[in-house]
Nanobody
Framework: QVQLVESGGGLVQAGGSLRLSCLAS????????MGWFRQAPGKEREFVSG?????????YYGDSVKGRFTISRDNAKRTVYLQMNSLKPEDTAVYYC?????????????????WGQGTQVTVSS
């Protein structure tokens, strides 16, 4: 079992930045690929970013956030981060951290077994 707790969400103006954190506890964090998803009201959960097992592992991004968001992980701290720059109102959503018991990232939500409770990000225009 892996427990995930997100933090760092909030209200920011368009063009601003936020950094989300996801702290993992439970089983060995190093064995899990990690992902960030988001869900806006009335919309399906959307893949935002993912990172393979190793701290320097390959990273993946949804088309809507490429060039603006950066994912990273610190296995010693059991934490994955999502640095979000140049935020837009359409980035407004609840952001979820997720873990899957595989080295590889998948962009589909049902490929992840463990989920955090989510953190709200609101971008004002």
């Amino acid at each position: 079992q892996v427990q995930l707790v997100e933090s760092g969400g909030g209200l920011v103006q368009a063009g601003g930045s936020l950094r989300l954190s996801c702290l993992a506890s439970g089983r060995t964090f190093n064995n899990y690929a990690m992902g960030w998803f988001r869900q806006a009201p009335g919309k399906e959960r959307e893949f935002v970013s993912g990172i393979r097992v190793w701290s320097g592992g390959n990273t993946y991004y949804g088309d809507s956030v490429k060039g603006r968001f950066t994912i990273s992980r610190d296995n010693a701290k059991r934490t994955v981060y999502l640095q979000m720059n140049s935020l837009k109102p359409e980035d407004t959503a609840v952001y979820y951290c997720a873990a899957r018991s595989s080295a590889a990232v998948t962009t589909t939500a049902n490929g992840y077994v463990f989920w955090g409770q989510g953190t709200q990000v609101t971008v004002s225009s």
